[in-house]
């Protein structure tokens, strides 16, 4: 069974400096990756995925996510924090089996301080 | 249409009373999948279907739970004598048949059980 974890439930960075919200997963085999943000109230917005090459993967609003699969890590980055950014982060994993569920962690909330 | 469109957004239940909700995937998307987000933000996946037919179930309490996508209908998906531990989120989400599908979810519906 895959897993993922986000072992920060809170991260804080000041507005303009890079940010940096972690997240490892467990899954047999080569997994698919996502990373979605969650603003109050709201659903789940797509950011980016990992599906194969380039381990560096570029989504919206600025993020981007690094696949290292020595280390099963996807964290997801962008290089100077908004105060706009400030949302709940998930990352997820599913399997390459064909329409696999997501499996998602717990979420790390992000708080960009002006 | 171009987003995953569910009803209600609000749903206050009192214990043992039904639930019903219900969800427009994006069109053309084959797959719909339903996800109950509870405290402390947990995702936990439900069911999925493929058109019309259950793809993966393994979520589902299937004792008080149940859900439907009928050909030319909103899917949906029913809770029979709701409990107190059934006060949720309940998402729902949507993707074409392809390897590494972006899953897309909907705003989701917010079941009060009281």
């Known amino acids: 069974a895959q897993s993922v974890a986000q072992p920060e439930d809170q991260v804080n960075v000041a507005e303009g400096n890079p940010l940096t919200v972690k997240c490892t997963y467990s899954?047999?085999?080569?997994?698919?990756l996502f990373w979605y943000v969650q603003y109050p109230n709201r659903g789940l917005q797509f950011l980016l995925k990992?599906?194969?090459?380039?381990?560096l993967v570029k989504g919206s609003y600025g993020f981007e996510a690094e696949f290292n699969k020595s280390q099963t890590s996807f964290h997801l980055k962008k290089p100077s924090a908004l105060v706009s950014d400030s949302a709940l982060y998930f990352c997820?994993?599913?399997?390459?089996?064909?329409?696999?569920?997501?499996?998602f962690g717990t979420g790390t909330r992000l708080t960009i301080i002006p | 249409g171009e987003e995953v469109a569910q009803t209600p957004k609000h749903l206050v239940r009192g214990e043992g009373q039904k639930a019903k909700l219900y969800c427009a995937p994006i069109?053309?998307?084959?797959?719909v999948f339903w996800y109950q987000q509870v405290l402390k933000n947990e995702f936990k996946f439900l069911i999925s279907f493929q058109n019309e037919n259950v793809f993966d179930e393994t979520g589902m309490p299937k004792e008080r739970f149940s859900a439907k996508c009928l050909p030319n209908s909103p899917c949906s998906l029913e809770i029979q004598a709701t409990k107190l531990e059934d006060s949720a989120v309940y998402f729902c989400?949507?993707?074409?048949?392809?390897?590494?599908?972006?899953?897309?979810f909907g705003e989701g519906s917010w079941l009060t059980v009281v």
């Open positions: 997820a994993v599913s399997l390459r089996t064909g329409n696999e569920k997501l499996t």
């Open positions: 069109k053309g998307h084959s797959y």
């Open positions: 989400a949507s993707s074409q048949y392809y390897s590494g599908n972006t899953i897309y």
């Open positions: 990992y599906i194969t090459g380039d381990n």
């Open positions: 899954v047999s085999g080569n997994p698919y």
